[in-house]
């Protein structure tokens, strides 16, 4: 079993910053994929940023530029660095982790964004 521990969500206004971090524990793979998801309010979840254990990352069309995803394998930590906010960003940030034995999920953290 895996945790996944989000932390950094927050209110910001419009063209502020916010770092999310999201800690695993359990038993961690070194193989693995992990990322954040976002949903806003009768929206559907959507892909935000996600990294591998080999550090290729991919990124949602409407953060490209603005938003850094990042690892610390050594802490089993992921961070997604989120600059240049809209209000269009906010929502529910969910960690997702996809190792080879399964997929799981944080308890999501709110970002809200004021115009």
């Known amino acids: 079993q895996v945790q996944l521990v989000e932390s950094g969500g927050g209110l910001v206004q419009a063209g502020g910053s916010l770092r999310l971090s999201c800690s695993a524990s359990?038993?961690?793979?070194?193989?693995?994929?992990m990322g954040w998801y976002r949903q806003a309010p009768g929206k559907d979840r959507e892909l935000v940023a996600t990294?591998?254990?080999?550090?290729?990352?991919d990124y949602g069309d409407s953060v490209k530029g603005r938003f850094t995803i990042s690892a610390d394998n050594a802490k089993n930590t992921v961070y997604l660095q989120m600059n240049s906010l809209k209000p269009e960003d906010t929502g529910v940030y969910y960690c997702?982790?996809?190792?080879?034995?399964?997929?799981?999920w944080g308890q999501g953290t709110q970002v809200t964004v004021s115009s």
């Open positions: 359990g038993i961690i793979s070194a193989i693995y994929t």
């Open positions: 997702n982790g996809r190792y080879n034995y399964g997929t799981y």
């Open positions: 990294i591998s254990s080999g550090l290729i990352t």
